[in-house]
């Protein structure tokens, strides 16, 4: 049974105390409405990894999260911050390939390979992004654009590799901007996506994948996008910072 899921997204935002502030709302009102069967994901900026883990350590329901990696496994590098020292300071999930970075940053495919490889060696699991722009989407290439930046990174994986993946389809167009994806065009895309895994990984394989959708989820639209059958939870970036927010999206499961 694949998991449900909802990870915070805090992105480059706040300062230790407003992160430590956020984690200790969010593990307060998580006590009094625990979200049932649903793994929540924080993912703070790396300065707040080790501050926030001490605030919700012993809180079964939150794990910890980074947003990005290094490529390399140590060494000079300044400035990067390997997979390793992630999984030392308690991390357990690594965000990769998110449309910022891919644009921002210009990571290609072969760079998200190589960030996978050290997320999954170091034995973290990766919530691999992936999405379409909106002029992608208006001339009908957004199937096209999915399938290869899913075969041009996970493909390499192998078959154990790829059952730690967690895949969230983010439409650019959505990423910020107040507008999602309705219900029907994450179902559609969500399915599409389960199919392209099944034909490289299997069709288990691609049952079991938590296939989370991203774009301007909130907590007045997360319950009608969660009620379909491919959408296993969400990435969630301005919502996840407003504790009351992020915990009715992650009460959003019917
Ligand atoms: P948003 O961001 O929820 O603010 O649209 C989602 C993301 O970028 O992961």
Redesign the pocket.
């Known amino acids: 049974m694949r998991k449900k899921i909802v990870a915070g997204?805090w992105?480059m935002n706040l300062t230790l105390e407003e992160a430590i502030t956020l984690s200790k709302e969010l593990i307060q009102a998580e006590m009094a409405a625990s979200p049932k069967h649903v793994q929540l994901i924080l993912c703070p900026p790396f300065p707040f990894l080790s501050g926030v883990l001490s605030t919700i350590d012993g809180s079964k329901g939150f794990a910890l999260g980074a947003q990005n990696c290094a490529t390399e496994a140590s060494g000079a590098f300044t400035g990067e911050v390997a997979a390793k020292m992630l999984k030392s300071v308690g991390a357990s999930y690594v965000?990769l390939g998110?449309?910022?970075r891919r644009a921002m940053y210009h990571e290609s495919d072969e760079v998200i390979v190589k960030k996978l490889n050290q997320v999954l060696s170091n034995g973290l699991q990766p919530i691999f992004?992936c999405g379409e722009t909106l002029a992608e989407r208006e001339s009908n290439k957004h199937f096209e654009i999915i399938k290869n930046q899913l075969s041009n990174a996970l493909f390499q994986l192998n078959q154990t590799e790829f059952e730690k993946v967690i895949i969230?389809y983010?439409p650019v167009w959505?990423?910020?901007?107040g507008v999602t994806a309705s219900a029907a065009q994450a179902q559609e895309m969500h399915q599409f996506i389960r199919s392209v895994l099944a034909e490289k990984f299997g069709t288990a394989a691609a049952e079991n994948c938590s296939l989370l959708y991203?774009?301007?989820?909130?907590a007045a639209n997360a319950k009608e996008l969660f009620s379909n059958a491919d959408v296993d939870g969400g990435?969630?970036?301005?919502?996840?910072l407003k504790a009351k927010d992020f915990l009715t999206i992650a009460n959003s499961f019917s």
Do not use: D, F, P, V
């Open positions: 997204n992105k965000i998110h449309s910022e992004c969230a983010e959505a990423i910020g901007t991203g774009g301007s989820c909130n990435l969630i970036g301005g919502a996840s």
